[in-house]
């Protein structure tokens, strides 16, 4: 994590990105993963766990991820891009938290709401150096300012 967020950093200062993303939102966000980090329930993460690492192998094997970046930390991280990507409002989000927790045993949904905040800023960073400001980032800069 430590690196992710020091690689993410480094892209402050793109044109794209820094208009919209302080440096003190990204250290909020930093702060407030390694909280997370430290205190959550541990175990093997795939670490890379977003809807384009997931495939469809049939009725038989169902759903197979591929592609992982794996580690050991907070069993929640893994569940962050399913509940961001694409979303339009806070209450989708807040929707898809309630979703997700029905589905997975013991997921926390205040504890994935905290992922999703503290991620949410580097989220933006990533994401606007590909695009521009649309209504993702503007989710994303808004979950990221409420840590």
Same mark, same amino acid.
């Given at each position: 994590m430590e690196s992710t967020f /020091? @690689?993410? $950093?480094?892209? %402050? /200062?793109?044109p794209r990105v820094s208009p919209l993303v302080s440096p003190q939102v990204l250290a909020? $966000?930093?702060r407030k993963a390694r909280e997370l980090a430290s205190d959550g329930p =541990? $175990?093997?993460l795939h670490g890379d766990l977003h809807l384009s690492n997931i495939l469809s192998a049939g009725p038989a094997r169902g759903l197979v991820p591929i592609d992982p970046r794996p580690g050991f930390?907070? &069993?929640?991280?893994?569940a962050i891009d399913w509940t961001l990507d694409r979303? =339009? /409002?806070?209450? !989708?989000? @807040? !929707?898809r938290i309630g979703q997700l927790c029905g589905l997975v045993p013991d997921l926390d949904p205040d504890r994935l709401w905290q992922w999703c905040q503290a991620t949410a800023a580097a989220l933006?960073? &990533?994401g606007l150096r590909? @695009? /521009?400001?649309?209504?993702?980032?503007? %989710?994303?800069l808004k979950l990221a300012a409420r840590i």
């Amino acid at each position: 994590m430590e690196s992710t967020f /020091s @690689r993410i $950093g480094g892209l %402050l /200062s793109n044109p794209r990105v820094s208009p919209l993303v302080s440096p003190q939102v990204l250290a909020d $966000g930093h702060r407030k993963a390694r909280e997370l980090a430290s205190d959550g329930p =541990a $175990g093997l993460l795939h670490g890379d766990l977003h809807l384009s690492n997931i495939l469809s192998a049939g009725p038989a094997r169902g759903l197979v991820p591929i592609d992982p970046r794996p580690g050991f930390g907070d &069993l929640t991280f893994d569940a962050i891009d399913w509940t961001l990507d694409r979303a =339009a /409002s806070t209450d !989708e989000v @807040r !929707e898809r938290i309630g979703q997700l927790c029905g589905l997975v045993p013991d997921l926390d949904p205040d504890r994935l709401w905290q992922w999703c905040q503290a991620t949410a800023a580097a989220l933006a960073v &990533l994401g606007l150096r590909h @695009r /521009s400001h649309d209504g993702t980032t503007q %989710l994303l800069l808004k979950l990221a300012a409420r840590i």
